[in-house]
């Protein structure tokens, strides 16, 4: 049987847990406390996880932190259950999701149906609603209970209740976990949400060393830096940490932030200040067959091998020279992976740093640049790609495609700020290229709104050291304007300040720095009326 | 497509001749004198460890984001620096008794022991010869830049201008 998993790393040390089983359509499995269900389906070598409602293509391990639902399958009698977020129990029972649409699609496909049209099919007269929905969704695969639900208490279904607290963090990144270190420090009630299984943002799969003043984050190890971010925010007892709850609404006249909790479960917190540090998602390229299994994001791969030690594939090629995509050849070859290459458009140099392009370069890894993916091959799974050299103009090369044998495509090539958390506050929006795209305009201490400030990723994609910042900053505002903490903050504010000033010196930095002095203003509460 | 059109930044390494033109090799005597780290860090970047760590003031760093200036007299060849740069860019490098040295970082499996023969990459990651470790220290002040740094003994000294990073052969 095959087994993905990663036994020697030369910086981690994987603590898995104690060994269980579980049951693929009744197959025994091996699996591990630790791991989600899809990293231990993965492991054990299954791509397809789930086939897509329409024209049946498969689909598998995507994002690997609950964003997509590539991964749902039926756990424990219960259909539709997203497995990448979703824990290992010794003895669960996982199915695949099967469907008679699997053979009737064919056909369905030829009637080339508007999904418009599919909407509408069979919902009118109205007495035939209910009966055809039944069939539509058997047809659909969005799921039957064909067994006797699991029982749920109803504390877990309900509303948990209100929460008071004078300052509520959305996000527990790097800027999230600063900020409420500083404003804790301080003795401000903080309560800080995170929809993970646990607090660190990305920082748990940066396995490099970062970046930047020796201070704050150089020569550390991202996920060192996040244990001690942890580590100090376990010690101050006035910040309550709220793990695998997801924020999902905010209504401005009652000053409420809503939370869903596991068991779907809501909560309502009212806080006096808000930040949303939400960072940021992933873009993706177009090309045939980018739905694949085997297509990922860099951030899907850093997680199989970085948190879970799972290996994404044998020999695979990375899309993309920015830092990130730069960063993720590097952990594979780490981990013993072989990169057949690096492919990027660009024609004016490596967009990542020069010494990350160097590091990878020097153990075997080429750069390919002014080329692009045309398709991944492959029915079920990839199974190579096929790649073109790029004119001056971006258009194709004619007669230069060729093909790259590899079993998984990873995709690097940048961010985007999340910003619908952000949209909730009503703030006024800009899109701004240089900061990776929809941003809110904000004053000098951080506000977007009278009461909300935005740090990290998702008020411009940069990288931890100056979410870091960013996040001590917006802290030390909130605290300052809540009447708390002495006169340390002011020193501490110009310390940032003049800390951020010098991060953001490098030419690298000329473009971000002209675009974020375009979007401050003086006074937030103008811009807002 | 060859990549003999592209310029460093576009290709992503320098080539030996490229490093000399931005004077990041010290005379050649001084090299058959001592073991001396060259900085191969060519960008300004926000990063100042190497200038922070050097306990004898040799390297030169204005401030955060200017390159990193080394004075070869100063330099003891005490390999904090080569643990402690964050972008792996920075090397040691000496000729002694008609061999050539180079002191590097590395972050791969299997773990360094002395006299493991290695295969010699250069910076464009060809093979460019066999070597053996001489020197493997694992550097680590907390959980501040744990790494090894291994010095690798090649018979042509010229090779020590070209080779970059190691593969260990299997024993």
């Known amino acids: ?529 | 497509m060859s990549n003999e059109e592209l310029n460093a930044m576009q290709r992503g390494f320098h080539r030996k001749d490229e490093l000399e033109d931005l004077n990041v090799f010290p005379s050649r005597d001084k090299l058959m004198e001592k073991r001396v780290a060259l900085i191969e860090c060519v960008e300004e970047i926000p990063c100042n460890p190497c200038g922070v760590v050097c306990r004898v003031n040799a390297i030169d760093k204005e401030n955060l984001c200017t390159l990193g200036k080394i004075d070869w007299d100063k330099c003891t060849g005490c390999t904090m620096c080569v643990a402690v740069c964050p972008g792996l860019s920075i090397f040691l490098q000496s000729m002694k008794n008609g061999k050539g040295y180079v002191t590097m970082p590395y972050e791969l499996l299997p773990a360094p022991k002395v006299g493991m023969r290695v295969r010699l990459r250069d910076r464009s990651g060809k093979f460019v010869g066999e070597g053996r470790i001489v020197n493997p220290t694992y550097q680590a002040r907390g959980d501040a830049y744990p790494r090894w740094v291994v010095t690798v003994e090649m018979d042509d000294p010229e090779l020590s201008y070209e080779v970059r990073a190691i593969q260990v052969l299997e024993e």
Do not use: W
């Open chain 1, 1 to 529: 049987m095959t087994d993905l998993r990663i036994y020697e790393h030369p910086i981690l040390e994987f603590n898995r847990g104690k060994e269980i089983t579980i049951f693929l359509d009744d197959k025994p499995m091996k699996a591990f406390k630790s791991e989600t269900v899809a990293a231990a389906l993965y492991a054990n070598g299954l791509k397809e996880f789930s086939r897509s409602i329409k024209y049946r293509r498969p689909r598998g391990f995507f994002c690997a932190i609950g964003r997509c639902s590539a991964c749902m399958m039926e756990v424990d009698g219960v259909p539709n259950v997203r497995t990448c977020v979703t824990m290992c129990k010794d003895g669960m029972r996982i199915k695949k999701q099967k469907y008679p649409a699997d053979y009737l699609s064919p056909f369905l496909n030829l009637m080339k149906l508007p999904p418009a049209r599919y909407m509408r099919l069979m919902t009118r007269p109205g007495f035939i609603y209910n009966p055809a929905m039944k069939v539509m969704r058997e047809l659909t695969g969005l799921g039957t209970f064909k067994k006797e639900l699991p029982e749920y208490k109803s504390s877990n279904m309900g509303c948990e209740g209100t929460l008071e607290t004078e300052f509520l963090i959305i996000g527990g990144g790097p800027a999230g976990m600063q900020a409420a270190i500083e404003a804790g420090k301080r003795g401000v009630e903080i309560i800080i949400v995170d929809d993970k299984d646990r607090l660190g943002g990305q920082l748990v799969k940066q396995t490099h060393t970062f970046f930047s003043d020796v201070k704050y984050a150089a020569g550390k190890r991202g996920f060192k830096l996040g244990e001690q971010m942890i580590a100090q925010l376990s010690q101050l007892p006035n910040v309550k940490v709220l793990t695998e709850t997801s924020a999902v609404g905010y209504y401005p006249n009652e000053n409420i932030m809503l939370m869903k909790r596991p068991g779907n479960a809501t909560l309502k917190v009212r806080a006096h200040k808000y930040l949303v540090s939400t960072g940021a998602y992933e873009k993706t390229l177009v090309f045939e067959n980018n739905d694949l299994p085997g297509v990922y994001g860099a951030g899907g791969v850093q997680t199989l091998l970085n948190v879970f030690g799972i290996k994404p594939g044998n020999r695979g090629i990375l899309l993309g020279t920015g830092n990130v995509a730069l960063m993720v050849a590097y952990h594979l070859i780490q981990a013993g992976i072989e990169v057949a290459g690096v492919y990027a458009p660009s024609f004016r140099r490596v967009r990542g740093y020069f010494v990350h392009a160097a590091k990878i370069q020097r153990h075997g890894v080429p750069i390919i640049t002014r080329h692009t993916i045309v398709k991944a091959l492959g029915r079920k799974e990839v199974t190579g790609a096929i790649m073109t050299k790029l004119n001056p103009d971006y258009t194709h090369v004619k007669g230069s495609e060729f093909r790259v044998d590899c079993d998984f495509i990873c995709i690097g090539v940048g961010l985007n700020p999340a910003y619908d958390l952000v949209q909730l506050f009503n703030p006024k929006m800009v899109n701004v290229s240089a900061l990776g795209g929809m941003v809110p305009i904000r004053d000098k201490t951080f506000r977007f709104t009278k009461n909300a400030y935005i740090a990290g990723d998702c008020g411009s994609i940069e990288e931890a050291t100056t979410a870091m910042l960013e996040g001590g900053l917006a802290g030390l505002y909130a605290t300052a304007t809540l009447n708390k903490g002495d006169e340390s903050v002011e020193a501490k504010i110009d310390e940032y300040t003049h800390a951020l000033e010098e991060d953001r010196g490098s030419p690298f930095s000329t473009r971000l720095k002209a675009a974020i002095k375009e979007i401050t203003v003086e006074n937030i509460e103008e811009v807002l009326d």
